[in-house]
Nanobody
């Protein structure tokens, strides 16, 4: 069994900062990629940022310059530092992992989601 446990999130004023964390545990041989997605009410889930095993990252245009994704390989944990938050960043944020099990199978898992609300 593989689990993703998210933490962080909450209510913040425009211009503020938040840090999200997501720790993966269980039968994981290696992790190919970890990422953050978000889904606002009435909208589809969208990629926010992603980091692959080699450390390369990619960001949604809306996140560039404001958000930073990082990863602690020893802890199988991914972080999303969000600065200069805007009301349009309000959404449920989900972490994701693409990993390989000890049996060699590639799989994807999602975190439970955490609400981020940017409002004055």
């Amino acid at each position: 069994q593989v689990q993703l446990v998210q933490s962080g999130g909450g209510l913040v004023q425009p211009g503020g900062s938040l840090r999200l964390s997501c720790a993966a545990s269980g039968s994981i041989f290696s992790i190919n990629a970890m990422g953050w997605y978000r889904q606002a009410p009435g909208k589809e889930r969208e990629l926010v940022a992603r980091i692959i095993s080699g450390g390369s990252t990619n960001y949604a245009e809306s996140a560039k310059g404001r958000f930073t994704i990082s990863r602690d390989n020893a802890k199988n944990t991914v972080y999303l530092q969000m600065n200069s938050l805007k009301p349009e960043d309000t959404a449920v944020y989900y972490c994701s992992v693409q990993a390989i099990s000890y049996s060699g199978r590639t799989f994807d898992r999602w975190g439970q989601g955490t609400q981020v609300t940017v409002s004055s």
